[in-house]
């Protein structure tokens, strides 16, 4: 037993190293060109942002075979070398709470500080941002914490007078397996009222309910961004193969299609040139942000039309075989996207049949991650692992859509060599405010699984039973709107997404 733990551990510091190298790696390769030897803070901010947004994922299944190395245990303490789970869960989730609140926002501000002004006028700008956001996180924290911070366990109260213990016991039986006496089978708890039912309340440590309250915010974008990116991960990738070109185009109408997205282009650069003026001048009004935001969106748009405008006319001396790679990518992406569709119907179905129907119809992909461990002691490990990364995916698949459907949302996109650290830092914080709800989340939906882990306790029984926030658990507010904001994507994708999307003509800027 005690050399499994110490494989453990020694495979939890491995892992952990090479999710440092993977996030210096994506940081490395997705930056832009503009941000090369330079904003060094936020880079930092990204990096560990991300590397914490892994390992919090990744801590789910250690926690498991944690519990798996201890099952012979008469209880955990029993155990030599392993992980201290509970610990181990509330630090990263505290330190996750302050790079969501904190670090991220004033490496935002300053990002995005006017570049005009000196390096310490932006440090003070986003330092008073920051602060104020602090002060303000701290009143409601410790006002909530005060006044309903508390934890209400429902209990059955079982009592029993005291008899005399008995010489024989010839008297006892199945159908008499108590002591006779003025209270007759009082020591059988399935025999006791439902007025035995009480409520035990004990307050909650401070770190467990921030947690929970960083869990209820994160919860709601994940409900979100989670349950209508469950549905157009797959469904775009499907679709962006059903709108692929079909062949190359001519010259001249490479030459037209140029000409207009030019003309659109000069558009943007003038509506840009405008917002800046205006920013110079001080007015940054709801009208210019609301601009902003629909110069940003269009640049987008514009950027994808151009990308499809080379696909569709590839050039150089390497023209065929790049319209060869365009070709494979798109079927790539079918493969990729059947695969995630029945991923997402997998994900879907689960939900249902395990939690929304009571009782549950089946364990189902619990039963499926137990048969895998059986194949190969990590095999269910990973499989359960992917899952959970799914969903994170998902978020960030469900944030870009709404940002292009939606004015009052942002849009950050990921670009391959084309991504500011602002974006950068957006993600980030968006991954890191949704793997917590990702583990509460995947915890619920796989407790089976997953039962008597460090995550069960803090995510199971504490969050579950939390006054005031237990009710969103308890009839299932976040599922059910995942799967009807799932089932709403697939309307929309299966009405309007084999249509190729329109040119908006000219652009203009509201007045």
């Known amino acids: 037993m005690g050399d499994f733990n110490l494989a453990l551990v020694i495979?939890?510091?491995?892992?952990?190293?090479?999710?440092?190298?993977?996030?210096?790696?994506?940081l490395v390769n997705y930056q832009h060109p503009d941000d090369a030897n330079q904003a060094y803070f936020p880079k930092f901010v990204v990096v560990l942002g991300l590397t914490v947004a892994v390992l919090s994922i990744l801590m789910l299944p250690a926690d498991v075979a944690n519990r798996q190395a201890c099952r012979k245990a008469v209880y955990n303490g029993a155990c030599n070398l392993t992980l201290p789970m509970r610990t181990l869960w509330l630090v990263v989730y505290i330190v996750d709470a302050v790079l969501v609140f904190l670090v991220i926002p004033f490496a935002m501000f300053y990002y995005e500080g006017d570049q005009d002004k000196s390096v310490g006028k932006r440090l003070k700008t986003a330092l008073i941002w920051v602060v104020a956001s602090a002060v303000v996180c701290g009143l409601v924290l410790?006002?909530?914490?005060?006044?309903?911070?508390?934890?209400?366990?429902?209990?059955r109260h079982l009592s029993s007078s005291v008899e005399t213990f008995p010489n024989s016991f010839s008297?006892?039986?199945?159908g008499q397996p108590c002591i006779s006496g003025s209270l007759p089978r009082a020591c059988a708890a399935s025999t006791a009222q439902a007025s035995s039912l009480t409520t035990w309340t004990m307050r909650a440590t401070f770190p467990e309910y921030v947690v929970a309250l960083t869990t209820i915010v994160g919860s709601v974008l994940f409900t979100i961004f989670g349950g209508v990116g469950i549905a157009c991960l797959p469904l775009g990738l499907i679709f962006s193969f059903v709108r692929r070109p079909k062949a190359v185009i001519t010259r001249s109408q490479y030459i037209k299609e140029a000409t207009e997205l030019g003309k659109k282009a000069r558009e943007l650069k003038k509506a840009a040139e405008a917002l800046h003026q205006e920013e110079r001048s001080g007015?940054?009004?709801?009208?210019?942000?609301?601009?902003?935001?629909?110069?940003?969106?269009e640049l987008l748009l514009l950027e994808d039309d151009m990308k499809a405008l080379e696909e569709m006319y590839p050039q150089g001396e390497k023209a065929e075989a790049t319209w060869a790679f365009t070709v494979l990518g798109y079927i790539g992406k079918l493969i990729f996207g059947v695969v995630g569709l029945i991923i997402s119907i997998a994900w879907v179905a689960h939900i249902i049949i395990y939690l929304l129907v009571d009782p549950p119809l089946s364990s189902f992909l619990n039963e499926v991650f137990i048969k895998l461990d059986g194949v190969w002691g990590l095999l269910?490990?990973?499989?359960?692992?992917?899952?959970?990364?799914y969903l994170l995916i998902a978020v960030i698949a469900g944030e870009m859509m709404l940002g292009l459907k939606l004015v009052f949302i942002t849009i950050h996109p990921m670009k391959w060599g084309g991504t500011l650290m602002n974006s950068f830092l957006f993600n980030v914080g968006l991954i890191l405010l949704c793997s917590i709800s990702v583990i509460q989340f995947c915890a619920t939906a796989f407790a089976y699984y997953a039962q008597a882990t460090a995550a069960q306790e803090i995510f199971g029984h504490t969050l579950q039973s939390l006054r005031g926030i237990k009710y969103l658990y308890k009839y299932n507010v976040f599922q059910y709107g995942f799967v009807?904001?799932?089932?709403?994507?697939?309307?929309?994708?299966?009405?309007?997404?084999?249509?190729?999307?329109k040119p908006t003509g000219r652009f203009q800027l509201s007045n």
């Not at 269910?380 to 990364?389: L, N, S, V, Y």
């Not at 904001?485 to 999307?501: M, P, V």
């Open 11 to 26: 495979v939890a510091v491995v892992v952990s190293v090479l999710v440092l190298l993977v996030s210096v790696y994506l």
């Open 142 to 155: 410790g006002i909530l914490y005060g006044l309903v911070g508390k934890v209400d366990f429902t209990v």
């Open 171 to 174: 008297g006892f039986s199945s």
């Open 283 to 297: 007015n940054k009004g709801r009208k210019w942000r609301k601009n902003v935001k629909a110069v940003e969106k």
């Open 380 to 389: 269910g490990t990973a499989a359960f692992a992917f899952f959970c990364f």
């Open 484 to 501: 009807a904001l799932a089932i709403l994507t697939l309307f929309y994708y299966a009405i309007f997404g084999w249509r190729k999307r």
